[in-house]
């Protein structure tokens, strides 16, 4: 770890692409990581690190941090738990990437956080900040987002009641692709709720035909 505590800090990007492929073999054999745990303060700087990955303008580099992140959450589970925080924020910045493949990743990391990590509502209380993301396409995601955490986990551990607002927000967002992606969601929510959502809706001041 003091050797992948040094080298995650590396900018040259073929460098990266290399301690990257290291770190998940590393991860993936725990007979090879005994010491993850052993230094919190070195854990904590790798996965600061990494987090910067995550940012990096090089989708590559982006790319194998949210793979590295994944490994971490299959590796510590819950005890991943102190970092949510500091993911999050980047993760949605990622689910509004120009790449497909880099959008869909960064969604699946965070369904990841939901399965292994803390509870979705857990995540859904710091994550839906995005809904006001400043960039189109991660507004998008998050509601997108939501549709796939209702796929996978029903509406039962979400209190949908502090997640409709948003959505009904987002329902006049400027960009269309946001607007259908909102009514995509409440889709969802009425799909599992029923009639209680078309209520909330009128007391919110949706028009009956909306």
Known sequence: MDYFCE??????????????????????????????????????????????????????????????????VDRLSGRFKPYIGTVLMPLTDRMGDAKDQVREQAQNLILKLMSEAAPPMYIWERLAVGFKHKNYRSREGVCLCLVATLNIYGAQPLILSKLVPHLCLAFGDSNSQVRDAAILAIVEVYRHVGEKVRIDLTKRGIPPGR
Request: glycine share 8%; charged share 25%.
């Open 7 to 72: 080298q995650v800090q590396q900018k040259d990007v073929g460098r990266r692409m290399q301690v990257g492929q290291e770190l998940l073999e590393y991860l993936g054999d725990p007979a090879r990581s005994p010491d993850l745990e052993q230094d919190q303060q070195r854990l904590d700087k790798v996965i600061d690190e990494l987090t910067a990955w995550v940012n990096s303008s090089n989708f590559k580099v982006a790319l194998l941090g949210l793979d590295v992140l994944g490994a971490f």
